[in-house]
């Protein structure tokens, strides 16, 4: 099989994807690496980005409904799991986080969440804390694949699925920072 390869990411504009809250202003080391500093081992930064590898490609669907010969979110989550596998370098799976982000572009809201969760999934690579950010966009994605009214239930059944997949050895710190980071996440984690 030939190596995986990260697309080129398109250049950014200024201001473009400030809208995005996820990350803390104070980083938490517990998401940090070891060899930078924090308390994450590999093998947990691996975790994190496979878990949120499923949260994004479970919403994927809605991406490739409304877009279905642009296969950049897909394949941003293919160069994540390369990245855990050490196929792929950091530096060139975060470039590809940008492809997925300029995915979204002028998408109808479940598409363009869809495509902004593949993009944060990918961008565990260079920060792990984004793990929650991916797992964000996918409920934001779920939720507005409905009815105003039925939001709130699908909100809440994403959120089931995705915490019946949290690794168990990570679970409990997974819970804490979706208590800790929900109001920057636009409150998606309650229930």
Same mark, same amino acid.
């Given at each position: 099989?030939?190596?995986?390869? /990260? ?13 995005m ?13 070891i ?11 691996h975790?994190?980005?496979?878990? @949120?590898?499923?949260c994004?490609?479970?919403v ?14 897909r394949?941003?989550? *293919? ?12 530096? &060139?799976?975060?470039?590809? /986080?940008?492809?997925?982000? *300029? ?5 109808? &809201?479940?598409?363009?969440? /869809?495509a902004?969760?593949?993009? #944060? @999934? ?12 991916? =797992?964000?966009? /996918? ?22 699925? #995705? ?15 979706q208590? =800790? ?11």
């Amino acid at each position: 099989m030939p190596p995986i390869t /990260a697309p080129v990411a398109p250049p950014r504009r200024p201001g473009e994807y400030l809208s995005m809250p996820i990350l803390p202003k104070e980083r938490d080391p517990r998401f940090i690496t070891i060899r930078r500093g924090g308390s994450l081992t590999d093998e947990d930064h691996h975790l994190l980005a496979e878990w @949120a590898a499923l949260c994004a490609e479970h919403v994927l669907p809605f991406f490739e409904h409304a877009r279905p010969g642009d296969a950049r979110p897909r394949e941003a989550i *293919a160069v994540g799991r390369a990245w855990i596998r050490g196929e792929v370098r950091m530096r &060139d799976a975060h470039r590809t /986080a940008f492809v997925a982000n *300029a995915a979204a572009r002028g998408l109808p &809201d479940p598409a363009k969440f /869809a495509a902004l969760a593949a993009g #944060q @999934a990918v961008a565990v690579a260079h920060v792990a804390a984004h793990y929650l950010g991916a =797992a964000a966009y /996918a409920i934001r994605a779920a939720a507005a694949s409905v009815a105003v009214g039925d939001a709130e239930g699908a909100r809440l059944r994403e959120l089931r699925w #995705q915490r019946e997949r949290i690794p168990a050895t990570l679970r409990e710190l997974v819970l804490e920072d979706q208590r =800790a980071r929900n109001d920057i996440c636009w409150g998606v984690f309650t229930g």
